[in-house]
T-cell receptor
Framework: DGGITQSPKYLFRKEGQNVTLSCEQN?????MYWYRQDPGQGLRLIYY???????QKGDIAEGYSVSREKKESFPLTVTSAQKNPTAFYLC???????????FGQGTRLTVV | DQQVKQNSPSLSVQEGRISILNCDYT??????FLWYKKYPAEGPTFLIS?????DKNEDGRFTVFLNKSAKHLSLHIVPSQPGDSAVYFC?????????????FGKGTLLTVNP
C-alpha cells in the first residue's frame, strides 16, 4: 500500500541534543512537507521541498534543518537551537501541481 | 499574520443534526481549499476540497461551500454521527507554481453527542 511512514512514533530527547525524525513516502509525490502541531496552534509549516536537493523554509524554520537527497525521503533534524521542541510533528506529501496532502501518522517529540 | 482562520475552537452537536464548521481566509490568491479531519495522536486525513471556480462541492454527508466575495468557506456534515467527533482543519493553497504549500487554520474540535 502506498503511503507516508514516519518514525519513530514517540521520541524523547535530552536538552542540548539534536534529534532526527524520519519521513519516507512511496506515493511518488514530488513535494514533501514538515508541520508542527501544538495545542491551539493548528499546523505550522517548518520546511518544504518541491524537488530533490532543494527545500524552502516555512513559517517556523528556526532551530530545524532538513535534507532531500532522495525523492522518497525528507528527514527533519531538530537541533539544540530549537527553544521549544516538544510537539507533535507531521510529515506530508503532495504532487507538485497542487492537490491534497497526504500525512504520516506523526512523531511525538518530548524533551526531557 | 494568520491567513486562514477558524474562529470557533470547538463545536458540540447532537447526533443526527447538522454540523457547520466555518473558515475565513485573508489571502485573495488562494484558489484551492481543503478540509481535513484529525484524531488525537494521528495524522490528518483529507475529507473534501473545493476549487475557487466552484461555490459548492458535495461528497456523501459532507458538503463544502465557498463564498469568494466574503473569503469564507464552510463544511456541512449531515447527519452528524458520533464517529465524526474529531478536530477539523481548514486549509488553503495557491495551485500551480513552484512553491505549492498548504496553509492551515488552528482547527475546530467537533463533538457529536449520542
Amino acid at each position: 500500500d502506498g503511503g507516508i511512514t514516519q518514525s519513530p512514533k514517540y521520541l524523547f530527547r535530552k536538552e542540548g541534543q539534536n534529534v532526527t525524525l524520519s519521513c519516507e513516502q512511496n506515493l511518488n509525490h514530488d513535494a514533501m512537507y514538515w508541520y508542527r502541531q501544538d495545542p491551539g496552534q493548528g499546523l505550522r509549516l517548518i520546511y518544504y521541498s518541491q524537488i530533490v536537493n532543494d527545500f524552502q523554509k516555512g513559517d517556523i524554520a528556526e532551530g530545524y534543518s532538513v535534507s532531500r537527497e532522495k525523492k522518497e525521503s525528507f528527514p527533519l533534524t531538530v537541533t539544540s537551537a530549537q527553544k521549544n521542541p516538544t510537539a507533535f510533528y507531521l510529515c506530508a506529501s503532495t504532487h507538485v501541481s497542487g492537490s491534497e496532502a497526504f500525512f504520516g501518522q506523526g512523531t511525538r517529540l518530548t524533551v526531557v | 499574520d494568520q491567513q486562514v482562520k477558524q474562529n470557533s475552537p470547538s463545536l458540540s452537536v447532537q447526533e443526527g443534526r447538522i454540523s457547520i464548521l466555518n473558515c475565513d481566509y485573508t489571502n485573495s490568491m488562494f484558489d484551492y481549499f481543503l478540509w481535513y479531519k484529525k484524531y488525537p495522536a494521528e495524522g490528518p486525513t483529507f475529507l473534501i476540497s473545493i476549487s475557487s471556480i466552484k461555490d459548492k462541492n458535495e461528497d456523501g454527508r459532507f458538503t463544502v461551500f465557498l463564498n469568494k466575495s466574503a473569503k469564507h468557506l464552510s463544511l456541512h456534515i449531515v447527519p452528524s454521527q458520533p464517529g465524526d467527533s474529531a478536530v477539523y482543519f481548514c486549509a488553503a493553497s495557491v495551485r500551480g507554481g513552484s512553491n505549492y504549500k498548504l496553509t492551515f487554520g488552528k482547527g475546530t474540535l467537533l463533538t457529536v453527542n449520542p
